[in-house]
């Protein structure tokens, strides 16, 4: 089984700064990408930010130059540290991870999703 556990959710002040992490724990071969996604009020998720295991980003154009996605490949942990946060940020935040798993068959690659957490920037 493989879990994704996020924390570093909370409230903070327009301007302010955030981060998030997220752990991949479990029977895990290999990780590639790593990613954020978020759920806004009365909006449809979007995918924040992504890092791939080649270490490339990429991220939505309303967070480029205010959000950093990084990774700790030796701890199989997401990071997304949010700074200059603005009340259109609130939502709650996703983790994804595409993993590769031990099947019966050999390995194969399965997407994952954290349980969420809220972040709420009041103006």
């Known amino acids: 089984q493989v879990q994704l556990v996020e924390s570093g959710g909370g409230l903070v002040q327009a301007g302010g700064s955030l981060r998030l992490s997220c752990a991949a724990s479990?029977?895990?071969?290999?990780?590639?990408?790593m990613g954020w996604d978020r759920q806004a009020p009365g909006k449809e998720s979007e995918l924040v930010a992504v890092s791939t295991s080649g270490g490339s980003t990429n991220y939505t154009d309303s967070v480029k130059g205010r959000f950093t996605i990084s990774r700790d490949n030796a701890k199989n942990t997401v990071y997304l540290q949010m700074n200059s946060l603005k009340p259109e940020d609130t939502g709650v935040y996703y983790c994804n991870a595409r993993i590769r798993i031990s099947t019966l068959s050999g390995t194969d690659y399965r997407d994952y999703w954290g349980q969420g957490t809220q972040v709420t920037v009041s103006s």
């Open positions: 479990g029977s895990i071969f290999s990780i590639s990408a």
